[in-house]
Each structure stands twice: as C-alpha cells, then as structure tokens.
C-alpha cells in the first residue's frame, strides 16, 4: 500500500481506529493513523504527536493552554486563606471548568478537606 499524507485522525475517531489495530505496533498505529510525513522519498511517523492526539482524545491535557490568566502568570492549584477567612478560586480555574456566573455548587467539610459539587441546572 502506498503512503499517502492525509489529515491525521483526532478525537473518538482517533480512539476507535486505534482499537481496531490491536496486533500492531505503536509505530505502525500512529502511521495508519495518519500521524507521519514523507519528504525525500522517507518516510517519518510523528509518534510524540501520536501520543498528545490520543491523551487529547480521552480529556488529558498535559500542558494545557488555557491555564494562564490574562497578566502571564499560570495557575498553580494552590490557594491560601485570607485575612478575612475566605478562599478566591479565581478566574483561571473556573474558565477551565467552563463556570458561568450565577453556577451554583453544594459544599462538604470533610477532615482537613472541602468537596465542591456542581448542581445541575435544571
């Protein structure tokens, strides 16, 4: 079969090509994935790009984009309590999940712990 550049494959079509070549090796994968290039006649599989379409297409994100604010500083998934008693999430955080104002959530105090939930909007 020739080799022929196309679009590589992303997201749930990604994840079901790779399900459907068990006996292959990574290489061979990411290369019916469509994740190679040829110049000169020679062949080269993106394996690296392989890889970050595959965790992108089951929600992971290793170096995520989205997580610095607009003043260049990245989001630490730290925070401290104030003076005045209260914890800011800010807005870094709340992009990411996708949080509108006016979204509401239940709170539980756990030991040395607190559980936010989301409740559904209904």
Known sequence: MADTE???LTGKALLQKVKDLPTLSRRAKAKQ???FTVRGGEVRVDVKGFYDALLAAQGIRLDPESGKDGR?????????VHKNGQIVIGTAYTSEMGLKPGDEFTIKLGYKHIHLRQLDKD
């Open 6 to 8: 196309t679009a590589p």
């Open 33 to 35: 994935c469509g994740y």
């Open 72 to 80: 260049g500083r990245e989001a630490t998934y730290k925070v401290s």
